[in-house]
């Protein structure tokens, strides 16, 4: 993938909830454990906060793998759907527009 996601820093990440200061923040996930953000826990509370910053971590760690995956899967369907009148077309046209709605989303860059 060559867009802003190369250049975030490297997976994986991790949630730290350990630090010193008390403070909750999402971490490299080597040995190293680099704070890349912190994550407010006083305006959220504790538990919205570690939810948060847990599904911040999967989604980014599985994010790459699954744009890959999608990818795939399309380039592998696309010369099928192709074809009018297919029966492929007809059985997986919405779950593949979808597919590639969440593909373009994913390579979206929202600021």
């Not at 999402?26 to 910053?53: K, Y």
């Not at 744009?67 to 077309?89: G, H, M, N, W």
């Amino acid at each position: 993938m060559s867009n802003e996601t190369d250049r975030a820093t490297p997976r994986p990440w991790a949630v730290c909830d350990d630090r010193p200061d008390g403070e909750l923040c999402i971490v490299t996930g080597d040995e190293h454990r680099l704070p890349i953000a912190l994550v407010d826990t006083q305006n959220t509370g504790d538990a919205q906060a570690t939810a948060d910053a847990t599904l911040i971590v999967r989604s980014v760690n599985a994010h790459d793998a699954l744009v890959d995956a999608a990818s795939a899967l399309l380039a592998e369907l696309e010369p099928e759907t192709r074809r009018p009148c297919d029966t492929l077309i007809a059985r997986y046209w919405r779950p593949v527009a979808a597919l590639r709605a969440a593909l373009a989303l994913a390579r979206e860059v929202t600021k």
